[in-house]
Nanobody, 121 residues
């Protein structure tokens, strides 16, 4: 599976962005899809994931209520709506595909190239 992330940019604190991840390749519908972020000098951090059917979602505690993950299997696209952004949310955001796990970056099967989100104060 190949992934292409987009939608990053510069936003003021308190603002919103919607990230998109377009998936292509065989059987993309079977994958759990997740969003992670990585700030300079830090590990890749789990944010949110959605089950293959789209029926179940998972969130890291710090983004619950602010971020929403969704997927459209008809178009093989996963979204991350991010509201109330904070300066410490500045990072490169990655989408990933996993056949089994949800929160562990090392076990994901494929990654997009990342999209930079910069939140100014």
């Amino acid at each position: 599976v190949q992934l292409q992330a987009s939608g990053g940019g510069l936003v003021q604190a308190g603002g919103s962005l919607r990230l998109s991840c377009a998936a292509s390749g065989v059987l993309t519908i079977i994958y759990i899809m997740g969003w992670f972020r990585q700030a300079p000098g830090k590990d890749r951090e789990f944010l949110a994931a959605v089950s293959a059917s789209g029926a179940v979602t998972y969130y890291e505690d710090s983004v619950k209520g602010r971020f929403t993950i969704s997927r459209e299997n008809a178009t093989n696209t996963v979204y991350l709506q991010m509201n109330s952004l904070k300066p410490d949310n500045t990072a490169v955001y990655y989408c990933g595909a996993s056949r089994h796990t949800v929160r562990t970056a090392a076990t994901y099967d494929a990654w997009g190239q990342g999209t930079l989100v910069t939140v100014s104060s």
